[in-house]
């Protein structure tokens, strides 16, 4: 039930199409190369850092949490600032605080 009032909540605040543009836009920026297939996590944090949302900051926790329940299952992983990301597995990733990460990203 909350993950549609948590998807509600978006789309009422950003339409789909600008929901696909962003969480475009912030894989793209999460990439170690323009080339890469997938986002990395480290990078990611360091965008958002850069946008004003610091890893501790308590609206990016479900984001971290996240990433940590990804960095458990895989046994490769050490560390939750060096994961290799998908682009459907960074858009869930994403999309825990997507509506902090689109304010911050359109500099409001």
Avoid: M, W
């Avoid at 969480?23 to 920026?29: A, I, R, T």
């Amino acid at each position: 039930p909350q993950e549609n009032d948590d998807r509600s909540r978006k789309t009422s605040l950003l339409t789909d199409h600008e929901l696909k543009v962003l969480e475009s836009e912030f894989f793209n920026l999460s990439k170690k190369n323009p080339t890469d297939l997938k986002a990395n996590s480290g990078i990611l944090l360091r965008e958002l850092r850069k946008l004003g949302i610091l890893y501790d900051d308590p609206r990016l926790q479900p984001l971290i949490y996240a990433l940590g329940e990804i960095k458990e299952k895989d046994d490769t992983v050490f560390s939750i600032n060096n994961i290799s990301l998908e682009f459907g597995e960074f858009c869930d990733v994403v999309g825990k605080c997507l509506v902090v990460i689109s304010t911050a990203f359109k500099g409001q």
